[in-house]
C-alpha cells in the first residue's frame, strides 16, 4: 500500500524539543522528495522543510537554525527535529511525498507548544 505515516507529536513546553518521524513505503521513499508541512490553528498550511532522494535539504526562514530535517535510509524514514520550540509551533504537522504525478499526505500529527 502506498501511504506516509507520521508520528512523534504530542504536548512539549517552550524551549523544550521534539522529534517527528514520517515513514513511507519503500518505492515512495526511493524517489520522493519528502516534505514536512504544518497547519496553525485557523491558518493556512505551510511548508516547513524538504529533503530530496539525494538529502539535499530545504529549511523554511521561519525555523532556520531551529528545525533540522534528515532522512534514514535504511529505515525508510525521514525525520523533523524541533528545538526551541515557541507556542507559535503549534500545528498539525503534515508529511508528503512527491513523487512523478503525485503528492502523498500523510493524516497528520499535532504538535502542541505550551508557554
Known amino acids: 500500500q502506498v501511504q506516509v505515516v507520521e508520528s512523534g507529536g504530542g504536548l512539549v513546553q517552550a524551549g523544550g524539543s521534539r522529534r517527528l518521524s514520517c515513514a513511507a513505503s519503500?518505492?515512495?521513499?526511493?524517489?520522493?522528495?519528502m516534505e514536512w508541512y504544518r497547519q496553525p490553528p485557523g491558518k493556512q498550511r505551510e511548508l516547513v522543510a524538504s529533503?530530496?532522494?539525494?538529502?539535499?535539504?530545504n529549511i523554511a526562514d521561519s525555523v532556520k537554525g531551529r528545525f533540522t530535517i534528515s532522512r534514514d535510509n535504511a529505515k525508510n524514514t525521514v525525520y523533523l527535529q524541533m528545538n526551541s520550540l515557541k507556542p507559535e509551533d503549534t500545528a498539525v504537522y503534515y508529511c508528503?511525498?512527491?513523487?512523478?504525478?503525485?503528492?502523498?499526505w500523510g493524516q497528520g500529527t499535532q504538535v502542541t507548544v505550551s508557554s
Open positions: 508528503k511525498a512527491t513523487i512523478p504525478g503525485n503528492d502523498i
Open positions: 519503500r518505492i515512495i521513499y526511493t524517489i520522493a522528495i
Open positions: 529533503i530530496t532522494n539525494k538529502g539535499t535539504t
